[in-house]
């Protein structure tokens, strides 16, 4: 059985890293993934073969190939690997959705992510900064040291939770708020735990999950589903309140009201690293939508959960590694400074349009992703 699970790549001719039974290849318990990759595409070039698990993975490293996928064959490949989902709210997110659902959900959501959009949002997320620079500068005043992490989790943690759940944590000093600690179980690793997860049947998976077996069902996917569904009822019984979060947004939004590429929208964020070719491709797949155009509540909570489950970590992370990379050049860290103070001095705001006039942050953040993949 083993021999005819793992023959798959081999019996094509196609070559990989050895396996481990049942555990594969696609990940080791002693190693982090981007290194672990890396080290494979030095060792097997730019196309080998690896297994997640008993699945069969093909690895590209050709970026020519990879634009190819992303680009002209994207109708052709536009699922992710199929994941068996602990609770059906996972399968409804813009992660897991497949083919037509995946399609009308990403043609609701993208009018939402235009600059005009997020600068609803600013507010919110200046709020959110002033808390960090407070704390920061309270350290910085009493000379004591803090963990990055932790700090930037917080205030990642702040934003997330002010604009995709309508809810304010504090989480820098408030850390047995409710949100919070439901947030941060997502991201409690523990390895038994994802191996069960890996290698129990599909079938037995949402057995377990619909019986509120742990690990198969959490308490925590229970407590977002059940404060989102309440802020959406409450939403919609009082349309007469003004709100201008992820949340309004998705409970508003309908496709085919705003045109995809919003011509007032001089930086549309899903334009970003998009050349003509991109975009053109992105119109000819999102002519024809079938289904509803509004999100229904499940689908609106399930986006609110990738947005904490994708968002957190990775900007948490990112803002930790930069403030680590400018702490170890202070040469680079004085020219970013002297970039952002003529905006201080001259008293602007620090949004979304005077951001755009920043390269140097630009390139700071870009050169921070590079080494902190």
Same mark, same amino acid.
């Given at each position: 059985y083993?021999r005819?699970?793992?023959?798959? +790549?081999? &019996?094509?001719?196609?070559?990989?890293?050895?396996?481990?039974?049942?555990?594969g290849?696609f990940?080791?318990?002693?190693?982090?993934?981007?290194l672990?990759?890396?080290?494979?595409?030095?060792?097997?070039g730019k196309?080998?073969?690896m297994?997640?698990?008993?699945?069969?993975?093909?690895?590209?490293?050709?970026p020519?190939?990879?634009?190819?996928?992303?680009?002209q064959?994207?109708?052709?490949?536009r699922n992710?690997?199929k994941?068996?989902?602990?609770?059906?709210?996972?399968?409804?997110?813009?992660?897991?959705?497949r083919?037509?659902? +995946?399609?009308?959900?990403?043609?609701?959501?993208?009018?939402?992510?235009?600059?005009?959009?997020?600068?609803?949002? %600013?507010s919110?997320?200046?709020?959110?900064?002033d808390?960090?620079?407070?704390?920061?500068?309270?350290?910085?005043?009493?000379?004591?040291?803090?963990?990055?992490?932790?700090?930037?989790?917080?205030?990642?943690?702040?934003?997330?939770?002010?604009?995709?759940?309508?809810?304010?944590t504090?989480?820098?000093?408030?850390?047995?708020?409710?949100?919070v600690? &439901?947030?941060?179980?997502?991201?409690n690793?523990?390895?038994?735990?994802?191996?069960?997860l890996?290698?129990?049947?599909?079938?037995?998976?949402?057995?377990?999950?619909r019986?509120?077996?742990?690990?198969?069902?959490?308490?925590?996917?229970?407590?977002?589903?059940?404060?989102?569904?309440?802020?959406?009822?409450?939403?919609?019984? &009082?349309?007469?309140?003004s709100?201008e979060?992820?949340?309004?947004?998705?409970?508003?939004?309908?496709?085919?009201?705003?045109?995809?590429?919003?011509?007032?929208?001089?930086?549309?964020?899903?334009?970003?690293?998009?050349?003509?070719?991109?975009?053109?491709? %992105?119109?000819?797949?999102?002519?024809?939508?079938?289904?509803?155009?509004?999100?229904?509540?499940?689908?609106?909570?399930?986006?609110s959960?990738?947005?904490?489950?994708?968002?957190?970590?990775?900007?948490?992370?990112?803002?930790?590694?930069?403030?680590?990379?400018?702490?170890?050049?202070?040469?680079i860290?004085?020219?970013?400074?002297?970039?952002?103070?003529?905006l201080?001095?001259?008293? %602007?705001?620090?949004?979304?349009? &005077?951001?755009?006039?920043?390269?140097?942050?630009?390139?700071?953040?870009?050169?921070?992703?590079?080494?902190?993949?």
């Amino acid at each position: 059985y083993v021999r005819t699970k793992y023959s798959y +790549w081999s &019996n094509r001719g196609v070559n990989g890293p050895p396996i481990i039974p049942f555990l594969g290849n696609f990940f080791l318990p002693n190693k982090p993934i981007a290194l672990l990759h890396q080290d494979y595409i030095r060792r097997y070039g730019k196309f080998f073969g690896m297994y997640q698990g008993r699945k069969p993975m093909l690895c590209i490293a050709d970026p020519v190939v990879i634009k190819r996928i992303l680009v002209q064959d994207f109708p052709m490949f536009r699922n992710r690997i199929k994941q068996t989902a602990r609770h059906k709210i996972f399968a409804q997110n813009l992660v897991n959705a497949r083919d037509e659902s +995946w399609k009308r959900i990403r043609s609701i959501l993208s009018p939402m992510f235009t600059s005009s959009k997020m600068k609803k949002m %600013e507010s919110m997320i200046d709020q959110c900064a002033d808390s960090l620079i407070q704390l920061l500068d309270k350290s910085a005043n009493k000379r004591e040291s803090f963990l990055a992490h932790d700090v930037m989790g917080n205030f990642t943690m702040d934003v997330i939770a002010k604009c995709a759940f309508a809810t304010d944590t504090n989480a820098h000093k408030d850390k047995e708020n409710v949100f919070v600690r &439901n947030a941060k179980s997502f991201f409690n690793f523990n390895l038994f735990r994802m191996l069960l997860l890996i290698f129990t049947p599909s079938v037995l998976t949402k057995f377990f999950a619909r019986s509120k077996i742990p690990p198969y069902h959490s308490k925590t996917t229970d407590f977002f589903m059940n404060m989102s569904s309440h802020i959406i009822q409450q939403r919609r019984q &009082n349309k007469s309140a003004s709100h201008e979060d992820m949340l309004e947004l998705m409970i508003k939004a309908e496709h085919g009201k705003d045109k995809y590429f919003e011509k007032d929208d001089k930086f549309d964020s899903h334009h970003v690293n998009q050349g003509e070719e991109e975009i053109q491709q %992105e119109e000819k797949i999102f002519q024809e939508i079938i289904g509803s155009k509004f999100l229904n509540e499940e689908e609106i909570i399930a986006q609110s959960m990738i947005f904490l489950l994708a968002g957190y970590e990775t900007t948490a992370s990112t803002l930790t590694f930069c403030m680590y990379e400018l702490a170890k050049h202070p040469n680079i860290q004085d020219k970013l400074y002297n970039e952002i103070k003529p905006l201080i001095e001259r008293g %602007e705001p620090f949004d979304l349009n &005077n951001l755009m006039k920043l390269p140097y942050l630009d390139a700071v953040i870009s050169e921070t992703l590079r080494k902190h993949p």
